[in-house]
């Protein structure tokens, strides 16, 4: 029985009782599409459904596996979104989808689900109910293949939804768990078997709530289970008279966590309440910033954590950006509570803000450095608090340029890891014009030109994060804009990223002549400026790319040369990645396919390590056509498939340019030709059915067919992308010296021509 494709997280102590609601939410899932599992916080909804799902695999025979759940089973955390916007990122994330080509999230999802059939778990949908509900009444109405488990506190309320309310458990499994928990905490392994009855009635005093139980065995480490039930008869009847017309079960869920905040020290629960405003996973220095302060001294922060992390409070997890802490959403609320009780929640919500400023612009800066696998997996670890850090900005009056200034300073996510769709969402929101700042006029000038530096940022990289997702319209009015502006205020730096994206529009659009106008003016503003970065290094390899489909190989491989050269130096890899494909791409055109495959191997496994599908599937696209040429047709055609799967979440494939689209085409035909028309559509679809991972395996494993062993040169007839270079301008006059001098100065022109009209622009982008 093959694998079946999934997230669920491991279980990392013991699934205690539950028989009974765990049968019957089995019996449930084999009768309903649409399952949603209620009860009050802390009751253990999660970890059933998530155990419930995993059963599900683990039980089903193969046929049933692969009728019911072949695309596997997916988990949704969706606790820690607040914006209704990123609900189907969220979805998407989970379903491991990378999306870049413009469309609406939800158009994606419903491509994504239409033909799969897999079992999708959501957990955490109460503060967004009703989006929730609509989006999966919508998916479900559109993806017969799906089915749907739920957990949260009250129903969606939709047609077809079965609701299981989950009670607090039993008796005998409240004492079951207690005593597992225990275990795992006593010294010695100490048992509890003499102390049933205090067992008992501990359970009893706590409603079964697995929270509360896994809580009390906990502070076993310090309190025995008489002084523990001491305790609760001290505090119980305080903290169950909750405000009048509260639900009971509210009243319990207070009784349980209040009753652990009570046997805190006051700098533990002091930390409880400013951890509060940190959303999913946190590091100790975000916490030792944002938290620290006269009452709680840095220096003893880590110790008060440690006592958190002891009793259950917060969680410790290891990530691939290293230990980090998070705690769960009850329990966070109840610190939000407290911290609001304390009239402090502004001020944390601002140190938190200011963290994660600081955060952005370290990762911007580290970006150009060896670490750029580490950053990229920080950056994942903190996008929770990301966004909650830009939405702050953006919904406080005069502080939206700092949530422009955020949302640019993250291009390296949107653009280097698989990230545009998000991106794009906080650039617009950002950009805005609700969200313009309205100055005093009494402003210092040193405040209107932060705002209008920030301004700019946002622009060429919301022109930049468009390029990629093939929407030339929005990046032609975001890059004129800028351009023309930086112009006005004379910021040279901003006007040189305007001009360089500008640059890169030109080039995906097939304008090659402009194209190296417009970046070779880009790049000699960086050197005057002393600019040196990734981005840099990206024009660098994007005016490379220009010059092979003008034609001027030797240039274009020269380029690509010192670019790698540099990225050694730095240890950089992204912009290194795409400076591999350009020099393959010439050692192909040279009918260098050995050279080629090397360097597009490299390529390939860098572009996959970040999630950048952009340069994943350009090199695949022309890895496929280099294994045409090494004599395996049928595996060039199975990468065409891989590849077509890949375009549909980048974009337009090959950008609609005919440029881009000749490697492509010229496979296929000799693909075709080689195969006949009905074996290459069958190894296409093959492809096509390949997940990422897989593709990539692919591509790197090499030619597979009979005749691989044979190496092919380009066939007579099959040209580079186009003509030699000197040949093209001896026929329009002048040397390459003087054409190159002459290009100096119409770039310069051209740099500082008006935008134009709306019409004028257009056009010209569609040059």
């Not at 950056?379 to 700092?402: K, Q, V």
Request: hydrophobic letters at 40%; a negative charge; proline letters at 5%.
């Amino acid at each position: 029985m093959r694998p079946v494709p999934g997230n669920l997280p491991a279980e990392l102590n013991r699934f205690v009782g539950r028989a009974d609601e765990l049968a019957e939410l089995t019996r449930l899932l084999a009768e309903f599409r649409l399952i949603t599992l209620v009860g009050v916080g802390g009751v253990g909804k999660t970890r059933l459904a998530v155990h419930a799902a995993g059963q599900a695999l683990s039980t089903l025979g193969p046929e049933d596996l692969e009728k019911r759940y072949c695309d596997g089973v997916r988990l949704a955390e969706l606790s820690s979104i607040r914006d209704p916007g990123l609900l189907d990122h969220a979805l998407l994330d989970a379903l491991r989808v990378t999306d870049h080509s413009g469309r609406p999230p939800r158009e994606v999802l419903r491509t994504h689900l239409a033909d799969r059939r897999l079992l999708l778990v959501l957990d955490g949908f109460e503060q967004l109910v009703d989006p929730c509900a609509e989006l999966v009444r919508d998916l479900l109405r559109r993806c017969p293949g799906l089915q749907v488990l739920a957990a949260g506190r009250r129903p969606l309320r939709l047609e077809g939804e079965r609701a299981f309310q989950l009670a607090p458990m039993d008796e005998t499994d409240a004492a079951r768990l207690f005593a597992d928990r225990a275990a795992d905490v006593l010294a010695g392994g100490c048992s509890l078997s003499e102390h049933g009855d205090t067992v008992r009635e501990l359970c009893r005093r706590l409603d079964g709530i697995p929270l509360a139980l896994e809580l009390a065995a906990a502070r076993l480490r310090a309190l025995s289970i008489e002084q523990i039930l001491r305790r609760i008869d001290d505090r119980f009847h305080l903290l169950t008279e909750g405000s009048r017309g509260e639900l009971p079960r509210h009243r319990t869920l207070r009784t349980a966590i209040g009753w652990s905040h009570e046997l805190c020290a006051p700098a533990e629960r002091l930390l409880w309440a400013r951890l509060s405003v940190f959303v999913g996973h946190f590091d100790l220095e975000a916490v030792e910033y944002v938290c620290a302060g006269p009452d709680l001294p840095a220096g003893s922060v880590l110790d008060v954590l440690g006592e958190l992390i002891a009793q259950s409070v917060v969680v410790r997890e290891d990530t691939a950006a290293g230990v980090r802490y998070r705690m769960l959403d009850t329990v966070r609320a109840y610190g939000a509570e407290w911290l609001d009780a304390l009239a402090d929640t502004g001020r944390m919500r601002r140190r938190h803000r200011d963290w994660y400023m600081g955060l952005a612009t370290w990762c911007e800066l580290d970006w150009f450095s060896p670490r750029q696998a580490e950053i990229a997996a920080v950056a994942d670890s903190a996008l929770p608090n990301l966004r909650a850090a830009i939405e702050l900005c953006l919904e406080t009056e005069g502080e939206t340029y700092l949530g422009r200034y955020l949302a640019g300073t993250l291009w390296f996510y949107w653009a280097g890891c698989g990230r545009l769709t998000e991106g794009r969402h906080w650039l617009d929101r950002a950009l805005a014009p609700a969200a313009r700042p309205h100055d005093s006029p009494h402003e210092p000038s040193h405040e209107g030109s932060r705002h209008e530096d920030s301004r700019l940022k946002a622009l060429w990289v919301l022109g930049y994060v468009a390029i990629l997702q093939g929407d030339n319209a929005a990046a032609v009015g975001a890059l004129y804009e800028c351009r023309e502006e930086a112009a006005r205020t004379g910021n040279a730096l901003a006007h040189a990223y305007g001009v360089h994206r500008l640059g890169c529009l030109a080039l995906l659009t097939g304008d090659m002549p402009r194209a190296e106008r417009l970046l070779r003016s880009a790049l000699g503003s960086y050197r005057e400026l002393g600019e040196i970065n990734s981005n840099v290094l990206m024009g660098r390899a994007e005016l490379a790319l220009s010059l092979v489909f003008l034609g001027d190989l030797d240039a274009a491989v020269a380029l690509c040369a010192d670019v790698r050269r540099i990225c050694e130096e730095s240890g950089e890899r992204w912009a290194r990645s795409y400076a591999l494909y350009v020099h393959a791409y010439a050692a192909w055109t040279r009918g260098r396919l050995g050279e080629a495959r090397a360097l597009l191997a490299e390529a390939i496994t860098i572009h996959h390590t970040f999630n950048d599908l952009v340069g994943l599937v350009l090199a695949m696209e022309l890895m496929a056509l280099v294994t045409a040429g090494e004599g395996d047709p049928a595996e060039a055609a199975v990468l065409q498939g891989a590849a077509g799967r890949l375009w549909r979440s980048v974009g337009v494939p090959l950008f609609g340019s005919a440029t881009f689209g000749a490697p492509h085409e010229q496979c296929e035909r000799r693909a075709r030709q080689a195969l006949g028309a009905e074996a290459y559509g069958a190894r296409v679809a093959e492809g096509r059915a390949l997940p990422q991972a897989a593709a990539v395996e692919r591509a790197l494993a090499g030619p597979r067919g009979p005749s691989a062993s044979v190496p092919a040169s380009r066939p007579p007839g099959d040209r580079g992308p186009t003509r030699d270079r000197e040949t093209e301008r001896e026929t329009t006059g002048g040397t390459a010296r003087e054409q190159d001098r002459e290009t100096g100065r119409e770039t310069d022109r051209e740099t500082r021509e008006p935008a134009g009209s709306p019409g004028q622009i257009g056009g010209e982008a569609a040059g």
